[in-house]
């Protein structure tokens, strides 16, 4: 099976517009944009989405929940507003099996989502 394609990215064997990274997470550019700024924060190791998350990696969520609010700050949106969002699953429509945070800004958001 070929490796996922957030893995690569992670590991730099993959290309992506990063913003930040660290030992533990990096932030890039979504290839397709839904919003002016439109970024990913994944873990560097390999977690499907949150809901396989354990105890164990409270810390590494908590992490990617501080990165994405300082990527929105590095990028110019944080002022404005921006919103973040982890789709689960079928019915929220994911389509990468790595954990990723949407950080999105830089226009007014509706709500519901769809
Ligand atoms: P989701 O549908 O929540 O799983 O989101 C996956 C996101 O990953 C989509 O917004 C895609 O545009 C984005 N994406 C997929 N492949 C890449 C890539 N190679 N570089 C950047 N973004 C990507």
Redesign the pocket.
Known sequence: MSEC??CR?AAGR???RIVLEDEAAVV?????P?APV?L?VIPRRHVVSVAEGTTEDRELFGHLLLLAARAARLTGVADSGFRI???CGAN??????HL?L?VLGGRAMRWPPG
Do not use: C, P, W
Request: a negative charge; hydrophobic letters at 50%; aromatic letters at 12%.
């Open positions: 394609i957030f990215i993959a290309a992506a890039f550019h979504d290839l397709h839904q439109h990913l969002v982890t789709n929220a429509g994911q389509s990468v099996f990723h949407h």
